[in-house]
């Protein structure tokens, strides 16, 4: 018979695998899952399927108003958040242009948080969290509801810009709310403009990140978790910026990315201390950072500059390249011109994949900077503004004509199917045992393999 603490420590040792090994795609708990990553193994979802004909369709959710915020997962219940408009017929207006109107919808909304059974889609709860006249405009081509949600299992927190910033729990409960302010984000060479905010909240053990970049008095705030006090508050030197900052965990520290025009940034999660700064980037950024290994890949697609970085981890100080330099002993490689303006990269295997808004799909080797391949998605017109995900080998690409493209990962360009949604998709889309979670202009649809009769 084995000693009592064998028997004991063996026990301690197992359930602390069986939680280490709980597959990180049965939650997807913020913006495109855990630390924005995009990808979700061992899903098998379906290669191909059809909404309009309810083709791999397990079920599918109308969600009033508009929003263009990413559902999340957490246990059996998806996350998402809406803005409805008082007058009704929200709309936005898709496609590639460069206007930058505002929306005239000055109508008072409901800012919305709903809670859908992942198996059924039954609306479990919907709150309002703030309802009134907006605090500030949109863009044409955004919602009220750009921010997607995030969640620690115990604590949904929702972000509606100027309307504020709300922790409920899973039950629907309000737990605390708190208000930032007006936050006028828009153009930053014409401060009349108003485009509204678009970046997603964050959670960091016990705080809640928001990276507020506008006109004038940008910060970076985190928030206890519990009660919404303020544990502290950085302000920035920053132009208006609309990318969701992000949690690096490296084996000496932990660093807080946030990608902005004056300088991509590094910081103590913990204090808010800046840690680097990098400059030349593009003056409109909006992807999210993202990292694999010690690599920390941040982009941005507003022309001329529009940067990839590939950035070591563990930097300090100024580590802005000089004119000429495309890598140095903090930056792994970086390339002009090639970045992405709203989908954020992702990071699949060894490589590295960049989708601009008109449908060029960019493959490099993460590691080098070398290009794999650059490719034209076959969509019909409008372009891409919803992030790549990845799953079993393939990577799905939803296109704002409300097609969702599926491309064989690694290094040969290859276009394995064309599903069509029916409805713009302006949402990057969520993945959770074995389903799909996809926002579309007026459905919340679960997407999944389905035996046909």
């Known amino acids: ?136 405009k949109r863009h044409i081509k955004a919602s009220y509801a750009n921010a997607t949600p995030a969640t620690d299992g115990r604590y949904v927190i929702a972000f509606f810009g100027s309307q504020g910033l709300y922790a409920f729990d899973v039950k629907g409960r309000l737990v605390w709310k708190k208000d930032l302010g007006v936050l006028n984000a828009g153009a930053y060479d014409l401060p009349d403009y108003e485009w509204g905010t678009a970046s997603s909240p964050i959670i960091y053990r016990d705080l809640v990140i928001v990276q507020c970049d506008t006109q004038k008095g940008s910060f970076l705030l985190a928030a206890d978790i519990k009660t919404g006090k303020t544990v502290w508050k950085t302000d920035r030197e920053e132009l208006p910026s609309w990318g969701t900052p992000n949690i690096f ?28 700064r990098l400059g030349g980037s593009s003056k409109i950024t909006a992807p999210t950072p993202v990292f694999s290994g010690d690599l920390i ?57 960049v989708l601009s808004n008109q449908g060029v799909f960019d493959c490099y080797e993460l590691k080098t900077g070398n290009e794999i391949y650059r490719e034209r998605i076959p969509h019909h017109g409008s372009g891409f503004s919803a992030s790549p995900v990845a799953a079993d080998g393939k990577i799905y690409l939803p296109s704002e004509d409300g097609d969702m493209f599926v491309v064989k990962a690694g290094p040969k360009f290859e276009v394995l199917a064309n599903n069509p949604i029916g409805e713009p998709l302006m949402a990057t889309p969520a993945i959770s045992d074995g389903r799909m979670f996809v926002r579309s202009q007026q459905h919340l649809f679960a997407i999944g393999a389905v035996a046909r009769p």
Not at 19 to 24: D, G, L, R
Not at 305 to 313: D, G, K, L, T
């Open 1 to 136: 018979m084995k000693p009592k603490w064998i028997v004991l420590w063996s026990f301690v040792l197992c359930m602390g695998l069986a939680s280490a090994q709980v597959p990180k795609q049965h939650h997807w708990s913020s913006f495109r899952g855990e630390r924005a990553a995009g990808v979700a193994e061992g899903q098998r979802l379906p290669e191909k399927w059809d909404a309009p004909k309810a083709l791999n369709i397990k079920w599918k959710t109308a969600i009033p108003g508009l929003g263009h915020s990413s559902p999340i997962v957490w246990g059996d219940r998806v996350f998402l958040t809406t803005a409805i408009s008082s007058k009704g017929g929200d709309t936005f207006r898709k496609g590639l242009y460069g206007d930058g109107d505002a929306s005239d919808d000055r109508s008072s909304q409901q800012w919305k948080l709903y809670a859908v059974d992942k198996k059924s889609g039954r609306i479990i709860w919907d709150r309002i969290a703030y309802e009134g006249v907006p605090r500030e």
């Open 297 to 353: 890949v941040v982009a941005s697609g507003r022309r001329p500059e529009a940067p990839i970085f590939v950035i070591r981890a563990g930097a300090s100080g100024d580590i802005t390249l000089a004119t000429g330099q495309s890598s140095s002993k903090d930056i792994a490689w970086s390339k002009k011109a090639r970045g992405s303006y709203m989908p954020t990269p992702l990071i699949y295997g060894d490589y590295l994949y």
């Open 249 to 276: 965990t490296g084996k000496d520290r932990v660093e807080l990315v946030t990608n902005a025009s004056n300088f991509i940034r590094g910081y103590d999660p913990a204090s808010g201390k800046e840690l680097w």
